[in-house]
């Protein structure tokens, strides 16, 4: 249900194959999903992940699939580092619900959160232009062909330095920091 763009005939998974009842309390008080869809969600998942854990070269074929015009590797890499929430190589089912989540039905603060977390390439807070850069270029070569964009934004390079031409007033000395509201 959930990933079959994979395009895999996997059997249910065996122990972890049942969300258990904790987790699924705590993804209804952090998610904006009911008990319901978290369900719904989970046994699809576990459906095309069987161990649990969605791993990096399922993930990249996904994005292939949805951008054949292009390579979606680089990009579907960067996005999956900020699925990859504990950093340790997969995507489990909470963390996947977690950011489908922010990215479906969050507030505009929780997706520019996740967004900042997405160009902060090195984590430091901060978005340089070469960071932005790298991120642009992804999505330039993710697209491909199929995107045809005006002189000023034809390169990463013109399309960064565009945004940071309009974010003067928020930026200082070429990077955007994250500001916490609260």
């Known amino acids: 249900m959930v990933l079959n763009v994979l395009g895999k005939n996997r059997l249910m998974g065996k122990s972890g194959s049942k969300l258990d009842s904790a987790i699924l309390k705590d993804l209804q008080t952090n998610t904006h999903f009911s008990s319901k869809e978290i369900s719904q969600w989970h046994r699809g998942f576990m459906k095309d992940c069987p161990d649990g854990s969605l791993h990096q070269h399922e993930f990249l074929s996904i994005y292939q699939q949805f951008f054949p015009f292009g390579d979606a590797t680089k990009f579907a890499t960067f996005v999956f580092k900020v699925f990859d929430d504990n950093q340790d190589g997969l995507i489990e089912f909470t963390e996947f619900i977690k950011a489908l989540s922010v990215t479906s ?4 603060e929780d997706k520019l959160e996740w967004a900042f977390k997405l160009y902060d390439l090195d984590k430091d807070g901060y978005i340089t232009e070469e960071e932005m850069t790298d991120v642009v270029d992804a999505i330039y070569k993710m697209v491909g062909t199929m995107v045809t964009y005006p002189e ?5 390079e013109k399309m960064v330095s565009k945004i940071f031409k309009k974010m003067d007033k928020v930026c200082f000395e070429g990077t955007m920091q994250r500001a916490y509201v609260g």
């Open 152 to 156: 000023d934004e034809s390169t990463p």
């Open 105 to 108: 039905r969050g507030t505009v």
